[in-house]
């Protein structure tokens, strides 16, 4: 995204209190923008190039290859700085890739970003949130985000302010009061005129208090990744100089061969491939994601959207297309209520309340909104009464709500017309008179006298059957939350193929914490949710050990967003949804969903399958280098010979592998998985190389000749990794698989003199036979064993479990 030039801030700006029904003329709003008092976002969502930049070249890693370097340079050997073109070729990758990931997610931001509606010379404008300047009246109606600070000064709303307070009560706000930027609007609508833009709206001052005290929270694995990084970083030096003393000290090589050989050491140790592995199949996933027209706010969901195996749905623009239809009007007091007082009584509604939600737009399609009679106040429709209300005199109240919550314990009188058509699956409203003071009194269902029923219809979104088909094979639970009637849900549910469709409850018989945490994962379909029960469900379905994936476009699912391990937000939904959620799905397609859960896991399974491989080098160096300061033996690999081994068996494989399809589900720890998987191989190449060092003693092999049977061997334990890695081989696997070992013999054959390789005599190679054909069966003993303790480790913590307990 293109930073442009912001005009200087002009201080204390005269205030311009235009009248509401006109609005800021063009000039004024010219000479807001030219005084700096626009809404513009002066931080962008990603990193600034330069950041970028210095975040990559200056890591703690990166100083100590350049320290290792000056120490190589300084005993002239100058042909193991071979890991030093490596380095700066992994810097440039991660540096471009993070670019490239910048650049799409800008330009994808572009496309994100709210709108607002104001009123400019005297008409109705529809802008991008960044355009409102100060003293703009802006309309806000239910599901808006209020992206910039304001006074009311016609209309009355509910506001939750819970991204701010952290409380999820609806706040009333009535003509005067402030509209904080950062919440958002519930229920009603209203005018307001804009008090503070940009970085001096109460939402920019919180978020840099924010940024100042709390850094961002990071995924399982890139905590395991920044924990085994630090302890490594603290280790590097300490071995590094003990293995150094104990080379040129004890063991009297000369300094040369003393530096160069605890370099090796130190430089097979770090990770550094690993790191720059994971940063860049996250920012690749990114871009892939953003090709899909997926937004990702936040990097760290990728990882659990991988692993999500529940995720929750509403029915309105999930399950079903956003759109309604009003299919019939049935009358229950023709005698009284015609047809046609019917619609004007609705008609009245829709035209004062305004909701421009679904349902509103449906009402106002078959009633119309012109010409409505109006009302003295209003009552915004809230997702705790589930009804709305226009007051015209003391007199003279109608609401407008689900049937079951307006006639309470009466509702048995009008099953048998309501039930059938709820079944079905159609939404039923129910438009009634109340004979009493419904703003100071309690509400009394007894003064509730039905007119007439409205039935409304949504259509199964086309791929929904498709799509909940692949969730289902790939072991994803579903469940379907929502505010309607649950026989409804689960009617329309059935109809989409939703597994368990047929279990369903209404969430008003939810009256405690221990019911709805049972029913969370008893029940599939939920009916008559509340915004605070569908949070509370996510989190029950978490405690339950479930990994959850959220999906949702209405301001009453934003809590529910917040709380879960990953949030999908529609962006035809409210600006609330899309503005909390940490993916939001661009072209509001659900069908897509099943593509971007594969790209996580996709990315997950990948970088699991190639961490194994660096970190079989690292479990090696490490290993070997403190044995050999403890049994004071000599360290038999230069660092150019590391490289040699490194980039071959490890950086071009990895490469490959980390861009292939795998969506199998993702199981386990990151950390203990990838361990797991390089330790057969590490433990195998230390074994294999204390071997070596054993044989050079007893038959007083050369040092350069066992140094070179010492890397070959370390590169065929490489192929045997990456053999297991590939299984089971596709076309690209063998292929990679091949041109490795083809890499691998050229490099051995005829760069000799670059990677410091001796030429070998017939028992040399002999050695090197035998010491391979060995190698084998010890991975593959240490690799049964292993998955035996992994397999009998839940079983002993169990028992460890009930030893407490008891």
């Given at each position: 995204?293109?930073?442009?030039?912001?005009?200087?801030?002009?201080?204390?700006?005269?205030?311009?209190?235009?009248?509401?029904?006109?609005?800021?003329?063009?000039?004024?709003?010219?000479?807001?923008v030219?005084?700096?008092?626009?809404?513009?976002?002066?931080?962008?969502?990603?990193?600034?190039?330069?950041?970028?930049?210095?975040?990559?070249?200056?890591?703690?890693?990166?100083?100590?290859?350049?320290?290792?370097?000056?120490?190589?340079?300084l005993?002239?050997?100058?042909?193991?700085?071979?890991?030093?073109p490596?380095?700066?070729?992994?810097?440039?990758?991660?540096?471009?890739?993070?670019?490239?990931?910048?650049?799409?997610?800008d330009?994808?931001?572009?496309?994100?970003?709210?709108?607002?509606?104001?009123?400019?010379?005297?008409?109705?404008?529809?802008?991008?949130?960044?355009?409102?300047?100060?003293?703009?009246?802006?309309?806000?109606?239910?599901?808006?985000?209020?992206?910039?600070?304001?006074?009311?000064?016609?209309?009355?709303?509910?506001?939750?302010?819970?991204?701010?307070?952290?409380e999820?009560?609806e706040?009333?706000?009535?003509?005067?009061?402030?509209?904080?930027?950062?919440?958002?609007?519930?229920?009603?609508h209203?005018?307001?005129?804009?008090?503070?833009?940009?970085?001096?709206?109460?939402?920019?001052?919180?978020?840099?208090?924010?940024?100042?005290?709390?850094?961002?929270?990071k995924?399982?694995?890139?905590?395991?990744?920044?924990?085994?990084?630090?302890?490594?970083?603290?280790i590097?030096?300490?071995?590094?100089?003990?293995?150094?003393?104990?080379?040129?000290?004890?063991?009297?090589?000369?300094?040369?061969?003393?530096?160069?050989?605890?370099?090796?050491?130190?430089?097979?140790?770090?990770?550094e491939?690993?790191y720059?592995?994971t940063?860049?199949?996250l920012?690749?996933?990114t871009?892939?994601?953003?090709?899909?027209k997926?937004?990702?706010?936040?990097?760290?969901?990728?990882?659990?959207?991988?692993?999500?195996?529940?995720?929750?749905?509403?029915?309105?623009?999930?399950?079903?297309?956003?759109?309604?239809?009003?299919?019939?009007?049935?009358?229950?007091?023709?005698?009284?209520?015609?047809?046609?007082?019917?619609?004007?009584?609705?008609?009245?509604?829709?035209?004062?309340?305004?909701?421009?939600?679904?349902?509103?737009?449906?009402?106002?399609?078959?009633?119309?909104?012109?010409?409505?009679?109006?009302?003295?106040?209003?009552?915004?429709?809230?997702?705790?009464?589930?009804?709305?209300?226009?007051?015209?005199?003391?007199?003279?109240?109608?609401?407008?709500?689900?049937?079951?919550?307006?006639?309470?314990?009466?509702?048995?009188?009008?099953?048998?017309?309501?039930?059938?058509?709820?079944?079905?699956?159609?939404?039923?409203?129910?438009?009634?008179?109340?004979?009493?003071?419904?703003?100071?009194?309690?509400?009394?269902?007894?003064?509730?006298?039905?007119?007439?029923?409205?039935?409304?219809?949504?259509?199964?979104?086309?791929?929904?059957?498709?799509?909940?088909?692949?969730?289902?094979?790939?072991?994803?639970?579903?469940?379907?939350?929502?505010?309607?009637?649950?026989?409804?849900?689960?009617?329309?549910?059935?109809?989409?193929?939703?597994?368990?469709?047929?279990?369903?409850?209404?969430?008003?018989?939810?009256?405690?914490?221990?019911?709805?945490?049972?029913?969370?994962?008893?029940?599939?379909?939920?009916?008559?949710?509340?915004?605070?029960?569908?949070?509370?469900?996510?989190l029950?379905?978490?405690?339950?050990?479930?990994?959850?994936?959220?999906t949702?476009d209405?301001?009453n699912?934003?809590?529910?967003?917040?709380?879960?391990?990953?949030?999908?937000?529609?962006?035809?939904?409210?600006?609330?949804?899309?503005?909390?959620?940490?993916?939001?799905?661009?072209?509001?397609?659900?069908?897509a969903?099943?593509?971007?859960?594969?790209?996580?896991?996709?990315?997950?399974?990948?970088?699991?399958?190639?961490?194994?491989?660096?970190?079989?080098?690292?479990?090696?160096?490490?290993?070997?280098?403190?044995?050999?300061?403890?049994?004071?033996?000599p360290?038999?690999?230069?660092?150019?010979?590391?490289?040699?081994?490194?980039?071959?068996?490890?950086?071009?494989?990895?490469?490959?592998?980390?861009?292939?399809?795998?969506?199998?589900?993702i199981?386990?720890?990151?950390?203990?998985?990838?361990?797991?998987?390089?330790?057969?191989?590490?433990?195998?190449?230390?074994?294999?190389?204390?071997?070596?060092?054993?044989?050079?003693?007893?038959?007083?092999?050369?040092?350069?000749?066992?140094?070179?049977?010492?890397?070959?061997?370390?590169?065929?334990?490489?192929?045997?990794?990456?053999?297991?890695?590939c299984?089971?081989?596709?076309?690209?696997?063998?292929?990679?698989?091949?041109?490795?070992?083809?890499?691998?013999?050229?490099?051995?054959?005829?760069?000799?003199?670059?990677?410091?390789?001796?030429?070998?005599?017939?028992?040399?190679?002999?050695?090197?036979?035998?010491?391979?054909?060995?190698?084998?069966?010890?991975?593959?003993?240490?690799?049964?064993?292993?998955?035996?303790?992994?397999?009998?480790?839940?079983?002993?913590?169990?028992?460890?479990?009930k030893?407490?307990?008891g």
């Amino acid at each position: 995204m293109k930073k442009q030039t912001e005009p200087e801030k002009v201080k204390n700006p005269t205030r311009i209190f235009a009248p509401p029904d006109i609005g800021l003329s063009t000039e004024e709003v010219s000479q807001r923008v030219s005084e700096g008092y626009t809404n513009s976002i002066r931080e962008s969502n990603t990193r600034s190039v330069k950041d970028i930049i210095l975040s990559n070249v200056f890591t703690y890693f990166n100083l100590v290859f350049c320290l290792l370097a000056v120490c190589i340079i300084l005993v002239g050997s100058f042909r193991d700085l071979t890991f030093m073109p490596i380095v700066i070729i992994n810097t440039v990758i991660g540096i471009v890739q993070e670019l490239r990931s910048k650049k799409a997610l800008d330009k994808l931001s572009l496309l994100a970003v709210p709108t607002a509606t104001v009123i400019r010379n005297g008409s109705e404008q529809s802008i991008s949130s960044t355009e409102i300047v100060l003293d703009d009246i802006v309309l806000f109606s239910a599901g808006d985000q209020i992206s910039a600070d304001a006074t009311i000064i016609d209309g009355t709303v509910h506001v939750n302010e819970s991204m701010l307070t952290g409380e999820s009560d609806e706040v009333p706000k009535k003509n005067g009061d402030p509209l904080l930027s950062g919440s958002f609007i519930v229920s009603g609508h209203c005018r307001a005129r804009i008090d503070a833009v940009g970085d001096e709206s109460y939402i920019a001052k919180l978020s840099r208090e924010a940024k100042k005290m709390k850094k961002q929270s990071k995924s399982e694995m890139m905590i395991s990744l920044s924990r085994l990084v630090r302890a490594i970083g603290i280790i590097i030096i300490p071995v590094g100089l003990l293995l150094f003393h104990n080379q040129h000290k004890i063991l009297g090589l000369d300094i040369q061969r003393s530096v160069v050989s605890s370099v090796a050491a130190v430089v097979g140790m770090i990770p550094e491939g690993l790191y720059l592995l994971t940063t860049v199949a996250l920012a690749v996933s990114t871009i892939n994601l953003a090709r899909k027209k997926t937004l990702v706010h936040d990097l760290n969901c990728i990882e659990a959207l991988a692993r999500v195996n529940v995720l929750c749905v509403d029915k309105t623009g999930t399950i079903t297309k956003p759109s309604m239809n009003v299919e019939e009007l049935i009358l229950l007091c023709p005698d009284r209520f015609s047809e046609d007082d019917a619609a004007a009584i609705i008609r009245d509604h829709v035209g004062n309340l305004r909701d421009r939600n679904e349902t509103g737009l449906a009402l106002e399609k078959r009633f119309g909104n012109s010409d409505y009679r109006a009302a003295e106040s209003t009552l915004p429709f809230s997702s705790a009464t589930k009804y709305s209300g226009a007051i015209y005199n003391e007199d003279e109240i109608y609401l407008l709500g689900a049937p079951d919550i307006l006639l309470g314990t009466r509702y048995s009188e009008y099953a048998e017309l309501i039930q059938p058509h709820a079944d079905s699956g159609l939404r039923v409203l129910l438009s009634a008179m109340y004979d009493g003071d419904i703003v100071n009194e309690p509400f009394n269902i007894d003064k509730v006298f039905p007119i007439a029923l409205i039935l409304l219809s949504n259509e199964l979104r086309d791929n929904a059957r498709e799509t909940f088909q692949y969730f289902a094979k790939q072991g994803v639970e579903i469940k379907v939350i929502s505010g309607d009637n649950p026989a409804t849900v689960s009617n329309i549910a059935l109809k989409a193929g939703i597994n368990g469709a047929e279990k369903y409850i209404d969430a008003t018989t939810l009256t405690d914490d221990v019911k709805l945490s049972s029913a969370a994962t008893e029940y599939t379909v939920f009916g008559r949710v509340t915004p605070e029960q569908k949070k509370k469900l996510v989190l029950a379905l978490k405690a339950a050990g479930k990994t959850v994936a959220m999906t949702g476009d209405g301001v009453n699912d934003v809590l529910a967003l917040k709380s879960a391990d990953c949030s999908i937000a529609m962006a035809s939904g409210s600006d609330a949804a899309c503005q909390v959620s940490q993916l939001v799905l661009l072209n509001s397609d659900f069908s897509a969903m099943p593509s971007v859960v594969g790209e996580g896991r996709r990315v997950i399974n990948n970088i699991e399958r190639s961490a194994a491989l660096f970190l079989v080098k690292n479990i090696f160096s490490f290993t070997l280098a403190i044995i050999s300061m403890i049994a004071v033996l000599p360290y038999p690999i230069t660092s150019s010979q590391l490289s040699l081994v490194s980039v071959i068996t490890i950086g071009i494989p990895s490469f490959f592998l980390a861009l292939e399809p795998d969506f199998k589900p993702i199981s386990g720890h990151f950390l203990s998985n990838v361990l797991l998987r390089a330790m057969p191989a590490g433990l195998t190449d230390v074994l294999v190389i204390l071997g070596i060092i054993a044989f050079s003693f007893a038959f007083d092999m050369p040092s350069p000749e066992m140094s070179t049977v010492s890397v070959i061997l370390l590169s065929l334990v490489g192929l045997m990794m990456l053999y297991r890695t590939c299984t089971p081989f596709t076309t690209i696997r063998k292929v990679l698989f091949v041109g490795v070992i083809i890499i691998l013999a050229f490099s051995i054959l005829f760069l000799k003199g670059i990677f410091a390789l001796s030429p070998l005599n017939y028992g040399e190679t002999l050695v090197i036979v035998v010491f391979a054909l060995s190698a084998f069966p010890i991975m593959d003993f240490i690799n049964k064993h292993l998955n035996s303790i992994k397999a009998r480790f839940p079983k002993i913590k169990e028992k460890l479990k009930k030893k407490r307990i008891g």
